[in-house]
């Protein structure tokens, strides 16, 4: 073997284990950690977004125009504690735009993945995530919020508030230890 052919072979190997290492850390680099108390992310409407690359300007771009658009990779979304959607590189799974889907368990311990993955991956009521978001309409990237084209929430929107200001990984700061004492205060104190 020339030198010339074993160095291109060399190269080819060290190239090929560098592609090995890399694919596994893309998907291991999303773990339990990579989620938070939703008060601490950043509120779109009536939704929460995160970016685990570094890109919120990029991910709060997209949630914020008017016509809809292509949520960059790493972009976080979430409506309840416990169901994330996770937009991964581009051709990561085409079927699903690159959007990983999550159900979490969570408690003041942090998050666990129950369930991770693509179009197969059911909530807690056995519903299909992809099968009721892929009925977005094209231009919000499998966005539904509440006029995106998905079937609706059997959940009215007052209850989805109350989920999400009790996200149990959410340390209580003084503010809303002071918020809860008025509101018990004011319920005390209200007439009937
Ligand atoms: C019955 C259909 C249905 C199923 C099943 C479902 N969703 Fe949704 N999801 C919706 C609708 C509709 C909204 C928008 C609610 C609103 O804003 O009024 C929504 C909102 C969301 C949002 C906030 C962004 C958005 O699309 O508005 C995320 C993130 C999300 N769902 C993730 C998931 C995940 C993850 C699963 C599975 C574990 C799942 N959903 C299962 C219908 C569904």
């Known amino acids: 073997m020339t030198p010339t052919s074993r160095f291109a072979r060399l190269s080819l190997a060290l190239l090929l284990s560098l592609s090995a290492v890399n694919v ?61 959607m996770v937009k991964r590189e581009p051709g990561f799974n085409p079927v699903t735009k690159d959007w990983e889907f999550f159900e ?13 993955g693509f179009a197969d991956v059911n909530n807690r009521f056995d519903k299909n995530c ?34 999400q200001k009790t996200d149990p990984r959410c340390k209580m700061n003084d503010a809303s230890v002071l918020q809860s004492f008025t509101s018990w205060m004011v319920r005390k104190l209200a007439p009937n």
């Open 24 to 84: 596994t850390a893309a998907t291991a680099e999303i773990s339990e950690k990579s989620f938070r108390c939703l008060q601490e992310m950043t509120p779109v409407r009536g939704f929460f977004v995160d970016n685990l690359s570094g890109n919120l300007e990029g991910t709060l771009a997209i949630a914020k125009s008017s016509t809809g658009g292509v949520y960059p990779p790493g972009s976080v979304v979430q409506l309840v504690p416990t169901e994330v």
């Open 104 to 116: 979490l368990d969570v408690d003041k311990n942090g998050s666990k993945i129950r369930k991770r």
């Open 130 to 163: 992809f099968a009721c978001h892929v009925a977005a309409k094209p231009e919000w990237d499998m966005i539904c919020e509440d006029s995106h084209g998905c079937e609706k929430l059997p959940i009215p929107e007052y209850v989805i508030h109350s989920i």
